[in-house]
């Protein structure tokens, strides 16, 4: 695969499918015929059967490390193949058939946690063929993670996409968004307001406050947790080489916008969007007047919780910025006490994404968490509900309600601050619900957390896989490790798909998700870096032309075709924990 987020680079270890498998193939030969003195492997086709299902990137050393294999009727044994040597390394018993309503599927496990040692690797069954390469190393998901981080570039607006940065993915500047009307759901009749830059949120080109706020606290999370976990110069962006880490670079060119999005009155407003979504085309090419639409209490809050954060984040390198976003955070709540309960409901003129929320008791908790810890001011701490605080992961909450959980990740970080009968209340409720997820997962097929497949669903696995992690920080155990590495081994190929969801990373990935650029500008490849939404058993988008196979089953209902904006769109909101994912599991998967 390309090191997409290093356009002009080429290293060997990526696996780039149509140059390395032609390339491998040849040197494989070799190597075959060299070497017949070893217990050779069946000889390579060229050919990867779906049948193995695996984590198309690779395995840590130590990690624990499975595969799915289908139709293996008759089948007692598989193999770990050396790719470029052809030579069996290992065999080991499958287990035992085992039915799953949920994918559909008659399946059998391959456990082959005993390989450590580094290499690039395949299955082999007998009568069904190879799997899909792999790699064992150490920092095995690097690229993975950086990539997904270059994926938020890609979604820039406002300035041009040059070729030393995004490489074919180049594009002209759109959307300078510098005049942009006010809708009368604003509150505002007249004028206009300069609202530059920012991410696309989505397949789409507008920009929404609660689900730009929202990724940003959980991007914010990982550089909290690992500070300069990422370099100056390591993602190729614009700004790279300004004595600064890219990665706060990247997420303080959606800050910029956020804080353009803040009324006079301190509340913020919902969205900067077109009436209706813009057809298929190319950013440059989308030119339909633009709004500023509504205001309300979930957006107010959002951002003030992130921008609270954002003070943490930024004060060492631009103290001036900090108190910028603190004094704005400060201001959005104190609009929220005065407007406690504004609900955003789209306007009548308008079909763009809602985001909408009717409980704001979430929104709240994460407020309340981030100024407290970033002022030290009691008021912020008296105001926190702790009296009935929900430990109970759901997947579809999201944007809706998971910001709970990033209030109660930043008291646990910040323990130093936080009354100490608070502080084991949060331990112990996280752990909880973390164990339970550990549990879900170990009766699973594909040892993901989840069981119940909604719109986003891939996001659903890496929130949850994000409770794991923090049980993790708080206690050293294994098995919360292994929940968070299984749950990012089912978004890169061990599902029921057999497909990294991540575009660009893998050898089998989404080719037409629902994102615009990608549809219109050409390319054979999708914008990479950016992950596909996941099955969804709603299937809400088959009146959009999406069509599925007939009654397919809940992990199953998913397609790759550009018109499924319910299953195979990318958003922000996907991307950030899955940046998180992997951020944590290359820290602490050593």
Known sequence: MQNYFEPFSFSINMKDYRFRRTFVFLASAVLFLADSCVDPATPFANEYTPNIRLNQIGYYPTAVKKATVLQGEGKEEFKIVDKYKMEVIHTGKLSQPHDWDLAGETARVADFSSIKDAGTYMILVEGLGYSYPFEIRNSVLDSTFLGSIKGLYYQRMGIALREEHAGQWQRPMAHSDD????????????????????????????????????????LFLLEEQYPGIIEDKELVIPESGNGISDYLDELR??????????????????????????????????????????????ATLDFSACAAQAYRIFREQDADYAAKCLEASKRAYAWALKNPQIEFVNPLDISTGQYGDTNFDDEWFWADAELFITTKNPSYLDHLNTDSIDFTFKPAESWTGYMRFLGMFSLLENREVVPPDLYQRLRSGIMGSANVLVEKAKKLDYFQPIDDFHWGSN??????????????????????????????????????????YLTGFGDKTPMFIHHRQSAADGIPEPVPGLLSGGPNSRLQDTVGGAVYPKNPAPMKSWVDQEPS???????????????????FLEQESK
């Open 179 to 218: 005049s942009v009307l006010y809708h009368p759901s604003s509150g505002r009749t007249k004028g206009s307001l300069s609202s530059p830059g920012g991410w696309y949120d989505a397949g789409d080109y507008n920009k929404y406050v609660v689900n730009g706020s929202f990724p940003l606290g959980q």
């Open 253 to 298: 060119y959606e800050m910029d916008w956020l804080l353009t999005m803040q009324d006079t009155d301190g509340g913020l407003f919902h969205k900067l969007t077109t009436k209706n979504f813009e057809p298929m085309v190319m950013p440059h090419e989308a030119t339909g007047q633009r709004y500023i639409v509504g205001k309300g209490t979930a």
């Open 459 to 500: 996001s659903d696995v890496l929130n949850a896989a994000m409770i794991m992690a923090q049980a993790y920080r708080l206690e050293k155990k294994e098995e919360y490790l292994v929940g968070v590495q299984q749950a990012m081994d089912y978004v890169l190929g061990h599902n029921a798909m057999g497909l990294s």
């Open 565 to 583: 904006y319910a299953s195979n769109e990318i958003c922000l909101n996907w991307n950030a924990p899955m940046t998180y994912v992997l951020g």
